[in-house]
C-alpha cells in the first residue's frame, strides 16, 4: 500500500520548483561517475579570508567565554566597525546602535526584513533578472512581487515608476541590487537620486543590496545608495563579508541606513536568532579594521580570471560581454541554442562538455535568454573550459 501523496503547507505553494536543482543533480551524478566537472554555476568563492581574520577567529575561539550566546544584533564593537567603514569607503555616517544591524549573511537578513516590513498581499518591485532571495524573500513573507524589467539604469527606473502609478495595490518598497547578481550591470550616484526622489514620491521602501560592493574593475568604486543626501529617510542597505572578504559560509552581513526599517529588523531578527558566533563576529571586526591589502589582491584576481574567461571563451565561439564588477559573466545564449531557453542549454553543456552554468531563468523570466558564469575556478580551469566548449561549438 503506498503512503498518500503529502500535500504542500502554504508556503511551499507560493514557491516554484527550484530552476537550479536539476542542473546540480546533473553536477552531483556526474561526479560521482568520475566526470571532472568544471563548475561556473555557483558564486561560492575559492578564495580563502585572509591570514589575520583566521588567526583572529582562532584567538577568541579559544576563549570560554566565547561560546555563550551572542547578540541577535551584532557586538557593538562589530557595528561599529561596519560604521567606520562606511565613513571611510563613502563618507556616511552611520549611528552604530540605530542604523546598523549584524545579520546571518546578507540573504538572510533581506528575508527577515521582508518579514518585517511586508504585510499578505503587499507588492513589492524587483529588478527582472534579479539574485532569487530578492523576489522569493518577499514572497514568503506573503507579497506580491512585480518584477520591473532591467535594460538600463533609465529604463529600470521609469519602469518602476509606471509600476507605481499602474499598481494596485500601490508598491510599498522597491529592490535595487546594484553591482548586480546575475548581470553585473553598475549604477552611478546620479541613478542613487533619481531613486530616491522615486521612493519620497511614491511612499516607497528603497532596499539596496550592495554585496559587491568590492569587486569591480573599471577603476571607479561603486557608490552607495547612502551616499545620496536624505536617503536614511527611506532606505536601507545590505552589505556582507562573503565576496569582499572570501567568507561565504561565515555567514555575517549587515543592514544598515533607515533607523525605523533597521529596527524592524532588529525586533524580528531577535525572535528568529542569538546572532552569529561571536569568534566569528570579532573575526570581522579584524576584517574591516585591518589591512585591505588582500581585498585588492582578490579583485585583481577575479579580474584576470574575468579576462582569460571572456578572451578563451571568445576563441571558443561563446561570446560573453566583459562584467565591469562582480564575480559573475552574464551571457547571452549563442544563437544557435537561443531556442532551448536556459535550463535546457545549461543541461546540453553540461552533458557534453563537463561544464556547469547557471540557467538565466533562476533570476526571473526575463533571464531566460541568458547564463551566468561564476569566475570561481583559477585561470588554467578556465582554458580548460574553453577548450572542451570549442570542440563542442564546432
Keep these: 500500500m503506498t503512503a498518500p501523496a503529502r500535500e504542500e503547507f502554504y ?30 554555476g555557483m558564486g561560492n568563492p575559492d578564495l580563502p579570508p585572509a591570514k589575520h581574520i583566521i588567526d583572529k577567529l582562532a584567538e577568541v575561539a579559544s576563549d570560554p567565554r566565547a561560546h555563550r550566546y ?15 567603514y562606511y565613513e571611510r569607503r563613502f563618507n556616511v555616517t552611520l549611528d552604530p546602535d540605530r542604523e546598523v544591524c549584524v545579520t546571518l549573511g546578507s540573504k538572510e537578513g533581506l528575508a527577515n526584513l521582508a518579514q518585517a516590513i511586508t504585510a499578505p498581499g503587499d507588492v513589492i518591485l524587483v529588478p527582472d533578472p534579479s539574485y532569487p532571495i530578492h523576489m522569493f524573500g518577499f514572497i514568503i513573507a506573503g507579497a506580491a512581487v512585480r518584477p520591473v524589467p532591467f535594460e ?43 531613486a530616491v526622489a522615486l521612493a519620497k514620491a511614491n511612499d516607497l521602501v528603497l532596499i539596496s543590496d550592495l554585496a559587491y560592493s568590492e569587486i569591480y574593475f573599471d577603476g571607479t568604486p561603486p557608490p552607495s545608495i547612502l551616499e545620496v543626501p536624505g536617503a536614511k529617510d527611506v532606505a536601507v ?15 555575517i552581513g549587515f543592514a544598515a541606513g533607515s533607523a525605523r526599517l533597521v529596527d524592524a529588523l532588529k ?66 545564449i549563442p544563437a544557435p541554442y537561443a531556442d532551448l531557453g536556459s535550463v535546457e542549454f545549461a543541461k546540453l553543456l553540461l552533458e557534453k ?42
Design 267 to 332: 525586533r524580528v531578527k531577535s525572535y528568529l536568532d542569538y546572532g552569529a558566533f561571536t569568534p566569528i563576529q570579532i573575526a570581522a571586526v579584524a576584517a574591516l579594521d585591518g589591512p585591505q591589502d588582500h581585498v585588492a589582491e582578490a579583485r585583481e584576481i577575479y579580474r584576470k580570471r574575468r579576462d582569460v574567461l571572456v578572451e578563451s571563451f571568445s576563441r571558443a565561439g561563446f561570446d560573453i560581454p566583459a562584467p565591469p564588477a562582480t564575480m559573475f559573466a552574464w551571457a547571452p
Design 70 to 84: 551572542s547578540a541577535s544584533q551584532g557586538v557593538p564593537s562589530l557595528r561599529k566597525a561596519l560604521a567606520r
Design 152 to 194: 538600463s539604469p533609465e529604463h529600470f527606473l521609469r519602469e518602476a515608476a509606471h509600476a507605481c502609478k499602474r499598481s494596485i495595490p500601490a508598491p510599498g518598497a522597491l529592490v535595487l541590487n546594484f553591482p548586480s547578481n546575475p548581470t553585473a550591470q553598475v549604477v552611478d550616484l546620479d541613478f542613487y537620486k533619481e
Design 353 to 394: 562538455t563537463d561544464v556547469a552554468v547557471a540557467p538565466g531563468l533562476g533570476f526571473g523570466e526575463r533571464g531566460d535568454t541568458h547564463v551566468r558564469l561564476a569566475v570561481v575556478e583559477n585561470e588554467q580551469r578556465i582554458r580548460q573550459a574553453a577548450r572542451k566548449l570549442k570542440g563542442f561549438f564546432a
Design 237 to 251: 542597505e545590505f552589505t556582507s563579508m562573503s565576496k569582499t572578504y572570501s567568507m561565504p559560509g561565515w555567514r
Design 11 to 40: 508556503r511551499e505553494k507560493r514557491l516554484p520548483p527550484y530552476v537550479f536543482a536539476e542542473v546540480n543533480r546533473m553536477k552531483l551524478a556526474y561526479r560521482k561517475e568520475g566526470r571532472d566537472v568544471i563548475d561556473f
